[in-house]
Structure formats: C-alpha cells, structure tokens
C-alpha cells in the first residue's frame, strides 16, 4: 500500500522541481532556503529511510 505525505494544496507555487535525481533533490532545497514556494513533483516510490 502506497502512504502519500503532502501539505495543503497551494494555488500559486513560485518553482516547480520534476524529479529528485542527480540535481533535483539539491535544486529543491536551495530553492526552499532562498523562501521560494516549490512544489517537487516525484514518480518513485516513498522510502522508508
């Protein structure tokens, strides 16, 4: 069975991130520490780690 963690849906995001590979996962985070709303958009399954 698949768990799905979200916040409240927003209207207006100011970055969309596809993907956590290689740079995603880095892009998203430092789009996040300069106040930018992102919104990260995953195909993977959730890991328990």
Do not use: H
């Not at 998203?28 to 709303?37: F, P, R, T, V, Y």
């Amino acid at each position: 069975m698949s768990v799905f963690y979200y916040n409240s849906p927003q209207k207006e995001y100011d970055a969309i991130v596809v993907g956590t590979g290689i740079s995603g996962g880095w892009a998203a985070k430092e789009l996040c520490e300069k106040g930018l709303k992102t919104l990260v958009l995953e195909r993977g399954p959730m890991s328990d780690t």
